[in-house]
């Protein structure tokens, strides 16, 4: 069956810098698009970052533009999200997602917990 596994998640002073990983399983992953999309307390899901199949399409929510690197390595089965220049207001649950469509997701993985903090 499909699952999304994320994992690199924790608590980083502003400034700061973290990695995110997902990997998935139970489909191939070559095969589709893929996106990020977090969750702070109280709020509904943000979409952060979406990465077409190949890699060379890549796309940002305004509010992570230029501070976040979406990646993926289809050879190794891995999602990346690189966040630098962390802020207070990233601290979220991190969901990695299989995108089918705009806006559109048909699975998640359980989420990793960023926290920035002082």
């Known amino acids: 069956q499909v699952q999304l596994v994320e994992s690199g998640g924790g608590m980083v002073q502003p400034g700061g810098s973290l990695r995110l990983s997902c990997a998935p399983s139970?489909?191939?992953?070559?095969?589709?698009?893929m996106s990020w999309v977090r969750q702070a307390p109280g709020k509904g899901p943000e979409w952060v970052s979406t990465?077409?199949?190949?890699?060379?399409?890549?796309y940002y929510a305004d509010s992570v533009k230029g501070r976040f690197t979406i990646s993926r390595d289809n050879a190794k089965n891995t999602l990346y999200l690189q966040m630098n220049s962390l802020k207070p207001e990233d601290t979220a649950l991190y969901y990695c997602a299989r995108r089918t469509g705009w806006g559109s997701y048909d699975y998640w993985g359980q989420g990793t917990q960023v926290t920035v903090s002082s």
């Open positions: 139970g489909f191939t992953f070559s095969s589709y698009a």
């Open positions: 990465i077409h199949t190949g890699g060379g399409d890549t």
